[in-house]
């Protein structure tokens, strides 16, 4: 068959259209994905510039290492960042005791024990836990698991840092338990016949063999988590309350970094003011605590991993 000259010139065009076209879908999709790191960058820029601003008008040692916190006093504003480390770690440790066991022990049940009809409803239902409000979890801990607590213990104050810990614990039990169970399920079946038919029981396979094969992806889940506690905001902020103390009380008001960053952002301080550029010089703390927790996460996941 005879090709006219209009059909040969179509043929070209979109020949070349299609050229175009595969070039340019590379540079559009690395366009996409530049767009994380772009706003990473904007983010610790932004971070750093104010720090530095913050710095110029209070003592990089006194924010460090200063025991006292007291950025509205009329007389000597204080500036000294370890009492809202101390009050972020202190929700942080409660809620690593109560998330950790629970959450791995359900990995095991749903990786070990669980049929998969069971596990197809559990996990969901566990996983729900993830997408419920940090502010209803707030108010749960502040008008249920308070009362609860002083029912049993009354010295615990209405704003302590023991209330809005369980919480923090019960929000990060889905990131442990279902990262967890992934790590679980992953261990080849093989390993775990094996183990059986050697005359070990289903508890001592668990516990012996799948979890230390998958103790990789398990540290990283626990450490994950860990920072999504330290980075935690509405729940410390209703239920914690505002009081930065550098002690080990447990059963009084406390206040964590984020929970400072609400206080001053909801109008506190005026903008150009030493309290207003303190917000960065925490957020920049609160920043390198969970950059941290993530680079050791991803060390750990390679430290422990196991091939097969």
């Known amino acids: ?3 006219s000259v209009q059909e040969m010139i179509a043929q070209s065009k979109g020949k070349k259209n299609k050229k175009f076209l595969e070039k340019m879908i ?3 999709l690395f366009l996409i994905a530049s767009v994380s790191v772009l706003t990473t960058i904007g983010i610790v820029v932004t971070l750093v510039v104010e720090t530095i601003t913050f710095f ?4 990089v040692f006194d924010f460090i290492f200063g025991t006292t916190w007291l950025p509205f006093s009329n007389k000597e504003q204080l500036f000294g960042i370890l009492p809202l480390i101390a009050g972020t770690l202190k929700v942080t440790l409660i809620a690593v005791i109560v998330a950790v066991p629970i959450g791995i022990s359900s990995a095991i049940y749903l990786s070990e024990y669980a049929s998969d ?18 502010i209803v979890y707030g108010f749960f801990a502040l008008t249920f698991v308070t009362p609860v607590l002083q029912s049993f213990f009354p010295e615990i104050k ?26 679980m399920s992953s261990v080849p079946k093989q390993i775990r016949e094996g183990a059986l038919a050697m ?5 001592e396979v668990a516990w012996k063999i799948t979890v230390p094969a998958a103790l990789s992806g398990i540290i990283a889940s626990v450490v994950l ?3 999504r506690a330290i980075g935690e905001t509405m729940i410390v902020s209703l239920a914690g309350g505002s009081t930065p103390k550098f002690d080990g009380d447990f059963t009084g008001s406390i ?6 960053i609400v206080q001053v952002s909801k109008g506190d301080a005026g903008y150009g003011t030493t309290i207003y550029y303190s917000i960065y010089a925490v957020g920049f703390t609160l920043f390198v605590f969970t950059m941290l927790m993530n680079v050791l996460a991803g060390y750990l996941s390679k430290r422990f991993r196991e091939e097969y």
Request: proline share 7%; hydrophobic share 50%; charged share 15%.
């Open 26 to 28: 590379p540079v559009i």
């Open 158 to 183: 209405i704003f302590n840092a023991i209330s809005p810990g369980i919480v923090v614990g019960i929000m990060i039990i889905p990131m442990i338990a279902s990262l967890s169970e992934d790590a």
């Open 1 to 3: 068959m005879r090709t």
């Open 225 to 227: 988590a860990v920072s």
């Open 255 to 260: 206040q964590t970094m984020t929970a400072y």
């Open 56 to 59: 110029t008008r209070v003592s």
């Open 117 to 134: 009809s069971v596990r197809r409803v559990i996990k969901p239902v566990l996983e729900v836990l993830a997408g419920v409000p940090t």
């Open 199 to 203: 005359g070990s029981t289903k508890f």
